[in-house]
């Protein structure tokens, strides 16, 4: 497994791609009220994520969840998952590296 710094670093364009897409759902929610709008980019995001999670190999599908089901951790209440009956909360990268890190020794 990588060190986690290594780890936040690739993390890094996948929460400045959210920080970006929600100012960008907001405006385009103030200029299509009625309408569902999605600002682009999501796609090239599935694509990175598929890449750190084989490079990484992340078998589990890990990051993919932690992006989109726990909306980066910003879903709350927060989410938990278990692994062999250990419990983790995923609320930010650090959880979800040490889930990467157990997932990885329990292999």
């Known amino acids: 497994m990588i060190e986690y ?3 936040e670093a690739y993390m890094k364009p996948i929460l ?3 920080a970006k897409y929600e100012k960008e759902a907001e405006a385009l929610k ?3 009220p009625s309408s569902f709008v999605v600002p682009e ?3 090239l995001v599935e694509s990175y994520i598929e890449i750190l999670s084989t490079f990484i190999e992340d078998d589990n599908d890990w990051i ?3 992006v989109w ?3 980066l951790g910003k879903t709350k ?3 938990y998952v278990s692994i062999h009956g250990k419990k983790f909360k995923l609320k ?3 959880d979800l590296y040490n889930l990467l890190v157990y997932s990885e020794k329990v292999k």
Do not use: T
């Open 64 to 66: 993919d969840y932690f």
């Open 41 to 43: 980019g999501g796609r």
């Open 77 to 79: 209440p927060y989410k």
């Open 69 to 71: 089901e726990c909306d």
């Open 30 to 32: 103030q200029l299509y």
């Open 92 to 94: 930010n990268i650090k």
């Open 16 to 18: 400045d791609w959210d």
């Open 5 to 7: 710094k290594q780890f």
